[in-house]
């Protein structure tokens, strides 16, 4: 992989990592057109979330901080309350990178049929989030959002470790097939992978000390490329996606996926 190749590849995913659509398939699919070699690529998507999950924290770091201060009260105050919904959110994840690693690097090795499938349930679920919102209750637990449906969107995000599977497009949907409001399980949604992305990337780093390169086939200045154009092309559409996610009927992504599959699955 090249400096030039690990930089498209970065501003890739950080445009795609805010809206439901895929940013791993993204990824995957301008893999193939860029002809880059599928060794390492699990480590280079880490690293690419990682910058991603490092500008979600400047966009939201009033949010962040106010969770904080709120959380070391030590008290059962709205934000500890949310917090707590972010740890239950987090178990289905963490069980998926302790236990399935290897079977998820598997799917990083696959061809873009895998994508393809993977693109037509995000859009299935985008599509059943909108029809949803006609019957559906809000929630009206504290915070927005119950334990059980915190719960629930853990085991969408579990699921959309897979390329094509769109972790916000799935977390996201999830959330307002429960009855969570758009503009809470926007928030919600993006904050929740904080802490499993930043983990993921420390054990990356804990693997890769005394190893002769920083990933297997990619070498320190693709990660870095690829770290900067995510980081910002990550903040640019974080500051003007997220508002797009909570407006925006989310059918008119339901139907890119769709598109999107169909072209792969005919010219793939």
Sequence with gaps: M?????LLLGIVQGLTEFLPVSSSGHLMIFRELLGVE??????????????????TIVVFWSAIWKLLKGFFQFKYNDETD?????CVSMIPIAIVGLFFKDQVEGLFGEN???????LIITAILLFLSDQSGRFRSMSSSRSGISYLQAAVVGLGQACAVAPGLSRSGTTIATGLICGVRRDVMAQFS????????????ALTIIKGIGETAAAPGVGF???????????GAG??????????VKRAKLVWFSIYCLLAAFVILIFA
């Design 2 to 6: 090249s400096w030039l190749q690990a």
């Design 112 to 118: 873009l049929f895998t994508v393809a499938v993977c």
């Design 82 to 86: 949310y917090v707590l919904k972010i």
């Design 38 to 55: 599928s060794e390492g690529f699990l480590d280079f998507t880490v690293t690419v979330h990682f910058a991603t999950v490092l500008s």
């Design 190 to 201: 993006f904050l929740m992978v904080l802490v499993p992305i930043i983990g993921e990337q």
């Design 221 to 231: 200045l693709p990660l870095l490329m690829g770290f900067i154009g995510a980081f």
């Design 235 to 244: 903040l640019f559409a974080c500051k003007v996606m997220v508002e797009l």
